[in-house]
Every structure is written in structure tokens, then in C-alpha cells.
């Protein structure tokens, strides 16, 4: 089968999710009136005594925290607030949770010894272009660097610093780059090859709330080994079955090392999607925000070359990936997805809101603000759908408790210790989205997470089974997703919807009951003997980034 194309188209202090909860290490003095809080030194004096506010929140990102001294343990910063008195700023301080430190450069609590930057005040200013002016500084089709030089537009946010001082690189949001995606315009854009809406809430193909099916994705990142098999066989056990008579199914986000790849195999052989989670899964953040074309190319196209060769999967199915810590790559992420015909991206967080947002394709402007992910969303246009995440309300009595943020994977919902906090968890958030417009209701985990407490399994697995007692809820891969977007589909004609068909309840035995387990070394692993299992030939080498199939390096 040839590849789908688009017409198918808090803060973890391991960094293991990403600086997205960055406030949730935060502590507050709630005992101060907020205009005052952190504002008295130890012996008396105030800390704010001749600070000129207007001069020092002046043209700063109302996200950006800063030091006013380096004195002290590190762990205070301010950032400028607009809602004093007649919209005057003031300052406001936060304090980082005892045992950490104020990142001012990666913007973010981390443990004391990993901060680097207790002498720093501020994240260093870079030059900015003039894009705004009364009148015209240059001529047409040419913008002015931050000096005043007049350049091609097209130079401007290309990755290549063209501008003398460099500004040309440094207003490359969503919002700022001079060559960004245009705002969704319907006319132009028609399934079942676009799809996007003003604000992101619109249901595809204008169907009534009522005949959408709930669609609800259970995904996984992560190795696939003998920790968590057992985990994957109880959930998808082959007898819960859809309204349509199709057995649920899962996605799983495969990373590459410590992965059992006949397990891999027999998931895909029994319909289940597999995607890739990256070849490395390097711990460090920023190589995967600023990475280059070439970097992501390796690691996601390299980690699909394995999964297909290594878990024989033949059929072009690959076409999803997320990004590790939901670190998006920006364009040069989507423009190797594009290049390499990955289908759809899975790494884009979505603030908690009223109504959720479906996926949609990003030909135009992402409807929403680019959340976390260090703000490193794709600004151009890219044939690439996003299945965006929606944040999980996480409130234990949403009627009571004030507002907190929302949680991406379900593990990062720091609150949730029991089983009763899981269920209300998961049901609340079921009729958030049952109850407005219906968009997809994802389900994030790390298996270790729903492997720490029995009691998360049991009741995930009550949930499921309470879900298929309905007729209209429906668990599917982020595949189907996107196929039912491209043909949408009232509830009472899906039972015949072909493309949820294809691999509907499989039976049968797994490819090979006693896979090789394999024995290797690499050059890039010094030191590591790593086994390999697959039902396939063992390679000479463990595959990694520059072996990606094992056979060895290229002169």
C-alpha cells in the first residue's frame, strides 16, 4: 500500500514533560496583598524602593520573568503586569517551590544544581525587526532589520540570520512572522484535504452535535517492552468492541531503545496504530526546539525506518510522530514531515478552555495560541494536520475548586493520587467534550504511570467499558480520527463506515512466538550491549542515529 498522504491526510522536574507548568513550581505568598507579595527583604527594606516599573517592564513580554537583584537563594523572579490601577504596570513575584531554582535563561524552576544562572538578571534582549511602521521605510516586497537595512521579505524567519544585527530571526512567532500562514479562510480551504476554523471549535462538515460520534484516542509514548506488554494486552483484550463491532484500538508513540519490536508488530497486526516518539529521545529539551531539518529527519524518519524493518511493517502505515517533552520543532520540523510524508503531528498543546478544539490542518494559522512547547510552534504553512492536544481539566470538583491549569498527558495531572480522583478525572473531561461539540477526547499516558497504582488500570478500564455501553462513543486511533474528519459521518450510518473496517476484530497468533533476541553494540554507545528483539534477522550493528538499519556505517 503506497503511504497516506494529507488527503488523508509542576513543571516535571525530570524535564520529562516539558517547562508547560513551569507556575505549577511557583509558590505564591497568599497571605499578601498580590500588588505586595515579595516585595520586604529580610531586615526591612523594600525590595521595589526606587525601581522605575514603567522603565523596566517597558516593550518586555508580559510572559517573561526576570531578577531585579542576584542576590539571595535564586528562587524569586518578577514579571511586568498590566492590571494595576488605570492599566498602570506593576510587578509581579513568584517564588520557585523550596529545593529549586529560577532558570532565567530556559525560563523555568529546576533543581539549584542544574541552574546556571543565579548571576543572571534577565534572558539576553535580541535585536527585532521594524515591521510595524506609520509610513513605509523600504520598498516594496523588502522589510527593515532592527538597523534599519532593507532586506527581501522572503530572508525574514528563514532559519539564516541575513540582517547585519540578526533581527530578521528574532520575530518568528506564529503571530509575527512576516511570512506566516494566513488565517483560516473557508473558501479556500475543503475537506478532505483542509480543514480549519476560526477559533478551532467548528464540527467538520457542519454536522449537529448530537450525530457526531464521541471519538476518544488512547495514546502511549515510549518503549514497548516486556514492562508494560501485559499492560497493553489487559486494555486491548480483543473483547471490547465499538458500537460498529469493531474491537477498540490505541496509538502508541514508539521510541526506539529498549523496544521488543515483535511486540510492536503483533500491536500493528491486531490494528492497532504505531507512530514513532524519535530514535534518541535525547534528555535535553533544546536539542529538539531548535533542531535542525536534519536532526529531525534523523531521529523521526530514522525511528520509522526501524519500526518498519524491524517489526515488518510493510504497508506505509508510519504516518504519525510526536515530539519528546512535546518539544515542537517549528518549521523545520513540519518541513521534513512534509518532505517525508508524515501525515500528522501530535505534539501541540491546546489551553484549557470552554470548548475544545479539533485537530485541523495547518495550510492556515493555528487557531489557538501556541501553549508551552517553548513557544517553537510552526508559523508557515504546511500540508500536516495537527491532532492537537487539548488540555485535561483536572479539577477534583470542577463546581468548587477555583481555576487550575489544564493537564496535557494524564500523568502530568499532579493532583490525581487515587482511583476515585482518575474516575472523576476521566469522566468530567468525557462530558466536557460529549456536551459541546464532540471534538476528540484524548487520552495521554506514559504505561509506567498506569503501571504505579493498580487501581489507575482498573479504573481506566471500568471507564472503557462504561463508555461502550453508550451507542456513540467510539475509541479509535488518531488515523481514524483524521479519516472520519475527511468523510464526516452521521452516528446512524457508521456502523458502514468503511474506513474504521480495515482490521476491525482480528484473530489469530502473533507472527512469531520466540523472536531473536539479539545481542548488540554500536560505535555511538560505547560500552552498551543492547538487545534487539524482532522476529526478523538480527542486524550487525544496534541500529541508531547514523545506522539507522544496523548494517553499519557509511564511508
Known sequence: MARWWPILSVVCLCMAVDALYVKNSFEPDRNLDPSRRYQKKPHGQDKLEGVDVEEVCADRPADEYFRLETDGDCREVYRCDSAGEDGTWRLAPIRCAGGLAFDVLRQLCDWKSNVKSCDVLEKPRKAKPILKTDEPICPEGKLSCGDGECLDKELFCNGKSDCKDESDENACSVDEDPNRAPECDPTQCALPDCFCSADGTRIPGGIEPQQVPQ??????????????IDLY?????????????????????????????SAVQDLHRRGHEISVF???????????????????????????????????????????????????GGNKQFEMMADQFFVYDASITASLGRVPIWPYTLYFRMPHKCNGNAHNCPSRSHPVWEMVMNELDRRDD??????????????????VASGDQF?????????????????????????????????YRDELIKFIEEMLGRNDVFFVTNLQVIQWMQNPTELNSLRDFQEWKEKCDVKGQPYCSLPNACPLTTRELPGETLRLFTCMECPNNYPWILDPTGDGFSV
Open 215 to 228: 471519538m476518544i484516542t488512547i495514546t502511549f509514548n515510549g518503549a514497548v517492552n516486556v514492562d508494560n
Open 278 to 328: 524519535s530514535l534518541t529521545h535525547k534528555d535535553d529539551p533544546n536539542y529538539w526546539t531548535g533542531g535542525s531539518y536534519d536532526d529531525w529527519l534523523a531521529e523521526m524518519a530514522g525511528s520509522r525506518l526501524i519500526v518498519e524493518r524491524f517489526a515488518n511493517i510493510t504497508d506505509g502505515s508510519i504516518i504519525g510522530m510526536r515530539a519528546p517533552y512535546l518539544r515542537v
Open 423 to 455: 474516575a472523576r478525572l476521566l469522566r468530567h473531561n468525557f462530558n466536557r467534550h460529549y456536551n459541546s461539540n464532540r471534538a476528540p477526547l484524548g487520552l495521554h499516558f506514559h504505561a509506567s504511570w498506569l503501571k504505579s497504582k493498580k487501581e
Open 233 to 261: 494486552e489487559d486494555i486491548f483484550n480483543g473483547q471490547r468492541q465499538n458500537p460498529n463491532g469493531c474491537s477498540i484500538k490505541g496509538t502508541f508513540f514508539v521510541s526506539h531503545k529498549y523496544t521488543n519490536y
Open 398 to 415: 470542577p463546581t468548587f475548586d477555583e481555576s487550575l491549569p489544564g493537564c496535557h498527558m494524564v500523568d502530568s495531572c499532579s493532583n
